[in-house]
């Protein structure tokens, strides 16, 4: 048993991982968790492809790679410090992809509203980060590499009207990860309106 | 303490809720939960802007059966069965305006990426109806209402570069809620490519 606090406050990115197994019992307890969140109309227009195959993993880290140096490093350059920038350039080459397991959260708009899907998949995404961080796993909510919706389309099979969404890398990260670094919520918190701080 | 797992599988929308008063505390825990969720280079880009005043709670209601009879309930008459749909319409048109507390969520576009809106703050609104479940607060994810941004904008004092992104009524549930309905995993999950399924 698992205190819903206690989770909540642990979640954080991992960005390396070690060599070792997650088991079909695993993905099927975050991936039932996943589809516990709300989604507009009810309509559940999520599908996952969990990829396993080390072929199809290595693509999609060379996409990750690709996206990072064609455009990615340049915007993250000007906008974070160093640790952090350190830490985001070594998963996406090559820190993300090492997972043994790369699950790529799509949405379907035929089934789903084209103008809901951010609000329909990523409650799904984050109950999914929850539950692997309940289980022990180590994950993260990537969408860098879904800025190559042809490529991953092909790469996965996915018809055209199922989008790759977010790539969420599952297993067990190589090192123990501290508490994530948040400001405070009443730093952002106003009651009535804008500027009347909590 | 609450049990994960137990958390996510009894999360539900609450459309109704009785007229019980909200405290402060229980507005600090589901907050600071919504800050844990992840955001797009931890740029943490949300603001919360807690709405207790009767009379802007009238006008975000006013605003959301606007955006209802407006073109909402046209669009959801041809994607939703009976029973949803009237709950959906009671909700739309009075029912999430009865919560005693309206929290609009929104994102700092000069702090966050306008790209990154979806996936930096759904997570942060997850983790907050999360929260709620957790204290036995009621609450709903509901965007419908921030079709209006400039008049969301204008009643909370948002300036131009801080979008509403959700508008999340909490309370205690009018009646109790039975759990979610949704359809099993495996039915949206596939192995190593759409179409082989799990």
Redesign the interface.
């Known amino acids: 048993?698992?205190?819903?606090?206690d989770?909540?406050?642990r979640?954080r990115?991992s960005r390396a991982f070690a060599d070792t197994a997650v088991t079909d019992d695993e993905i099927?307890?975050v991936?039932?968790?996943?589809?516990?969140?709300?989604s507009?109309?009810?309509?559940?227009p999520?599908?996952?492809?969990?990829?396993?195959?080390a072929r199809?993993r290595e693509q999609i880290g060379a996409l990750t790679k690709r996206a990072w140096e064609k455009g990615g490093r340049a915007?993250?350059e000007r906008?974070?410090g160093p640790a952090?920038l350190a830490d985001?350039e070594s998963g996406a080459t090559g820190g993300l992809a090492s997972a043994p397991v790369q699950i790529v959260v799509?949405a379907d708009t035929e089934r789903g509203?084209e103008a809901?899907?951010?609000?329909s998949?990523?409650?799904a995404?984050?109950?999914l980060?929850?539950?692997a961080t309940?289980l022990g796993l180590g994950s993260?909510?990537t969408?860098i590499t879904t800025g190559f919706r042809a490529e991953l389309q092909a790469?996965?099979?996915?018809?055209a009207h199922?989008w790759p969404v977010?790539v969420v890398p599952i297993g067990r990260s190589a090192r123990p990860l501290g508490p994530?670094?948040?400001?405070?919520?009443?730093a952002?918190?106003?009651?009535?309106?804008?500027?009347s701080f909590?």
């Not at 048993?1 to 606090?5: G, K, T």
Request: glycine residues 2%.
């Open positions: 048993m698992s205190d819903f606090f989770v909540v406050s979640q990115a099927a307890r991936l039932t968790a996943a589809t516990y969140a709300p507009a109309e009810n309509k559940q999520w599908e996952f492809v969990v990829v396993r195959d199809s915007a993250s906008r974070l952090l985001v799509c509203l809901t899907v951010g609000s998949i990523f409650p995404v984050q109950n980060l929850l539950a309940a993260a909510l969408t790469l996965l099979h996915l018809p199922v977010a994530p670094r948040r400001e405070p919520f009443a952002h918190t106003h009651r009535e309106r804008y500027g909590w």
